[in-house]
């Protein structure tokens, strides 16, 4: 796969926090069933999916305006923090929804995925100002 360096770190971390997500909900599904089992998959999903747009925001973001690379994505962690602090105090959980599990997950996931991160960044050999 030919593409940017934002593009490889897209799919080295997306990888690592779907096989982590599917490790965890895999664990879940064993040791407490079911609702363990989507509770760990709704955690750890919207970790990957919140993830995924930020790093994808980026990678377009380096193909089209390479100067705006680290502005969106410094932009991007902001307003992915600032939705979620806005959102989730409305969200009622439902009765189905195993508190520790969806926590592990996200934790896990959030985890292995910025491990992934910074072992791609340390592949990548990027100028602060591209045109520089």
């Known amino acids: 796969m030919t593409g940017t360096g934002w593009r490889q770190v897209l799919v080295?971390?997306?990888?690592a926090g779907v096989a982590t997500l599917v490790a965890v909900t895999v664990t879940a599904l064993l040791f407490q069933g079911s609702p363990a089992a989507v509770s760990a998959a709704a955690g750890?999903?919207?970790?990957v999916v919140l993830s995924f747009l930020s790093l994808a925001l980026i990678d377009w973001a380096e193909r089209h305006r390479p100067?705006?690379?680290i502005p969106l994505f410094?932009?991007?962690?902001?307003?992915?923090?600032?939705?979620?602090a806005l959102v989730m105090p409305f969200v009622q959980p439902g009765d189905w929804l195993s508190p520790a599990w969806a926590l592990a997950a996200g934790i896990a996931v959030l985890?292995?995925?910025q491990v992934?991160?910074?072992?791609?960044?340390?592949?990548?050999?990027?100028?602060v100002e591209p045109d520089a």
């Open 12 to 15: 080295r971390t997306t990888a």
């Open 44 to 47: 750890g999903g919207i970790v």
């Open 67 to 69: 100067h705006l690379s």
């Open 74 to 84: 410094m932009m991007g962690f902001g307003v992915k923090i600032a939705a979620l």
């Open 111 to 113: 985890l292995v995925w």
């Open 116 to 127: 992934a991160e910074v072992l791609s960044f340390a592949k990548m050999r990027l100028a």
